[in-house]
């Protein structure tokens, strides 16, 4: 069965850190572009970040640029976003999603972040 | 960025009805246009990709059309479990991904 699961999310103060992984199983990891997508409390779903198959292309939403890394690891079929100087604003569920030619088709359950002080 | 606006914010409908759901683009995205549904609690399913394409499993009435900027989700004879919240979004290759900010569904 193709599955995405992520991990690491947790309460945070403004300012802090966090990495999340999102690991993948049932298919080729490094055949797919991978993305992180999240959701606020209540609200719509916002695209966060993209990369490509062998990690050498990345690309972010302004309201993530310079303080959000996506990386990946495909020996051991896992997918990262680092989290820094992190703000309340970016409380949100976080979601690995994968493309190919078929977009997001399959998405994990997700993991919270909450940034509080 | 490309925005996505779509509308209504709300439908409401009853069992059996048809739904139509719009979206609109703020410039060209082609044909990279997909569809979700979200029920509460759970992640996104995608729906429809490519405008029109079917993702595996999903029932026949839920179709999509459009082109460019204007793009729309039909949902034929409404069942129970179709009553959710609805996100377009765009695709296009070399540009930031973007959602529509989400149509829900309800009674």
């Known amino acids: 069965e193709e599955q995405l699961v992520e991990s690491g999310g947790g309460l945070v103060q403004p300012g802090g850190s966090l990495r999340l992984s999102c690991e993948a199983s049932?298919?080729?990891?490094?055949?797919?572009?991978m993305h992180w997508v999240r959701q606020a409390p209540g609200m719509g779903l916002e695209w966060v970040s993209r990369i490509n198959g062998d990690g050498t292309n990345t690309t972010y939403a302004d309201s993530v640029k310079g303080r959000f890394t996506i990386s990946r690891d495909n020996a051991k079929n896992t997918l990262y976003l680092h989290l820094n100087s992190l703000r309340v604003d970016d409380t949100a569920v976080y979601y690995c999603?994968?493309?190919?030619?078929?977009?997001?088709?399959?998405w994990g359950h997700g993991t919270t972040v909450t940034v509080t002080s | 960025d490309i925005v996505m606006t779509q509308s209504p914010a709300t439908l409401s409908v009853s069992p059996g009805e048809r739904a139509t759901l719009s979206c609109r683009a703020s410039q060209s995205v082609k044909y990279n246009l997909a569809w979700f549904q979200q029920k509460l609690g759970q992640a996104p399913r995608l729906l429809i990709y490519?405008?029109?394409t079917r993702a595996p499993g999903v029932p026949a009435r839920f179709s999509g059309s459009g082109s460019g900027t204007e793009f729309t989700l039909t949902i034929d004879s409404l069942q129970s479990e179709d009553f959710a919240v609805y996100y377009c979004?765009?695709?296009?290759?070399?540009?930031?991904?973007?959602f529509g900010q989400g149509t829900k569904v309800d009674i």
């Open positions: 049932g298919f080729t990891f490094s055949g797919f572009w």
């Open positions: 490519r405008t029109s």
């Open positions: 979004h765009q695709y296009n290759k070399w540009a930031p991904w973007t």
């Open positions: 999603s994968r493309d190919r030619s078929t977009p997001l088709d399959i």
